[in-house]
Antibody, heavy 121, light 112 residues
Framework: QVQLVESGGGVVQPGRSLRLSCAAS????????FHWVRQAPGKGLEWLAL????????YFADSVKGRFTISRDNSNNTLYLQLNTLRTEDTAVYYC??????????????WGQGTLVTVSS | NFMLTQPHSVSESPGKTITISCTRTSGSIASDYVQWYQQRPGSSPTTVIY?????PSGVPDRFSGSIDSSSNSASLTISGLKTEDEADYYC???????????FGGGTKLTVL
């Protein structure tokens, strides 16, 4: 069955960096577009970024453009999100999610369980 | 970029029908598909409607979606409400001219 398992979250000081990972299994990883979505405590969902099936196209929300980077390793079935220059307002649960196809549009068919990032001094 | 506006909360009794709206602030609601996600407390979101009105396998037909160009909004309707439907519901769409995805602010559904 499809599994997405995020890791890499934790407590980090403002201004520091963190890399999140999302290990995928149960399907052909390189066939799908992937996304990162976050949810601040008690708040709604915020889309952050998407990466095409082959990693050549990447798009970011304005709120994180220039600070966050999305990448993937199709040989190891892993998605990444590099978070740089972290701010307290980046505190959230970060979800990876698989698109329903290789197209950039569509819907988020599978979600991981999320990993909590807390930015605090 | 556009926004998707949802009511903050709705409540209804078991067995009744509710409709949650999602209004697009600029651009046509009909120009890009709308999805709806359900998020129960402590869980990751799941899709209940995709491409305006399609239900993934396993989602009961009590859930339905529609769009209304006159109000530039999408709607999620849940009939025969059950206590298990109590959750947060988020609409989502994208801008096909600029591949950015947008979520609505979410609506908390209480079934009491």
């Amino acid at each position: 069955q499809v599994q997405l398992v995020e890791s890499g979250g934790g407590v980090v000081q403002p201004g520091r960096s963190l890399r999140l990972s999302c290990a995928a299994s149960g399907f052909t990883f390189s066939d799908y577009t992937f996304h990162w979505v976050r949810q601040a405590p008690g708040k709604g969902l915020e889309w952050l970024a998407l990466i095409s099936f082959d990693g050549t196209n990447k798009y970011f929300a304005d709120s994180v453009k220039g600070r966050f980077t999305i990448s993937r390793d199709n040989s190891n079935n892993t998605l990444y999100l590099q978070l740089n220059t972290l701010r307290t307002e980046d505190t959230a649960v970060y979800y990876c999610a698989r698109g329903y196809s290789s197209a950039w549009f569509g819907y988020l068919q599978y979600w991981g369980q999320g990993t909590l990032v807390t930015v605090s001094s | 970029n556009f926004m998707l506006t949802q009511p903050h909360s709705v409540s209804e009794s078991p067995g009744k029908t509710i409709t949650i709206s999602c209004t697009r602030t600029s651009g046509s609601i009909a120009s890009d598909y709308v999805q709806w996600y359900q998020q129960r407390p402590g869980s990751s979101p799941t899709t209940v409607i995709y491409e305006d009105n399609q239900r993934p396998s396993g989602v009961p037909d009590r859930f339905s979606g529609s769009i209304d160009s006159s109000s530039n909004s999408a709607s999620l309707t849940i009939s025969g409400l059950k206590t298990e439907d109590e959750a947060d519901y988020y609409c989502q769409s994208y801008d096909s001219n600029n591949p950015l995805w947008v979520f609505g602010g979410g609506t908390k559904l209480t079934v009491l």
